[in-house]
């Protein structure tokens, strides 16, 4: 697993329309999160609230990285309400770009800073974990810091 400090790796994956995309890019021009899932990971379902609440701070790129097909994660994406402002990405098998950034388990979250620099990680679903990357991101774009979630939407924490 990247730690904080260490430089994003130049990593492809493609986005639904089947064109490249290099994950370090997604931070260019402001910080971006980066969620890597299995559509089938129970904490992955767990976390997935989050993502369309991380996607409203304004200057924050999120991007689902799927480890799925592309059926599987618009399946996915319908069911967990992820919308247009979380872009939807496919790191299919041999998981190139899930194993340039380590990722040991799903659901895993890399923060990036612009530039790409890794600010934060995060392994499985912990509240206070999301909430923390929520108020780094909205620190790092100049925004109000949003809880992305609170008591009623669940658990406070699951492996991944």
């Known amino acids: 697993m990247l730690r904080p400090g260490d430089a994003a790796p130049r990593a492809q994956v493609r986005d ?12 260019a021009a402001g910080p971006a999160l980066l969620f890597f899932y299995k559509g ?3 904490a992955c379902a767990l976390a997935a609230h989050a993502l369309p609440r991380l996607a409203a701070v304004p200057g924050v790129a999120v991007a689902a990285v799927s480890q ?4 599987e994660t618009r399946a996915f994406a ?15 098998a041999p998981f190139q770009a ?3 950034f380590g990722v040991r388990a799903t659901p895993t979250w890399y ?9 934060a990680a995060a392994e499985g679903w912990s509240r206070d974990d999301a909430n923390a990357l929520a108020a780094n991101a909205a620190a790092l774009a100049g925004a109000s810091p949003v809880a992305v979630s609170t008591a009623a ?7 991944g």
């Open 98 to 100: 899930s194993d340039a």
């Open 78 to 92: 319908a069911q967990h309400g992820l919308g247009a402002r979380v872009t939807l990405l496919l790191d299919e």
């Open 111 to 119: 923060l990036l800073a612009p530039g790409g620099r890794v600010e």
């Open 16 to 27: 639904l329309a089947r064109r490249p995309v290099d994950l370090s890019s997604l931070a």
């Open 68 to 71: 799925d097909g592309e059926a």
């Open 153 to 159: 939407d669940g658990p406070a924490f699951r492996p």
């Open 40 to 42: 089938d990971c129970p």
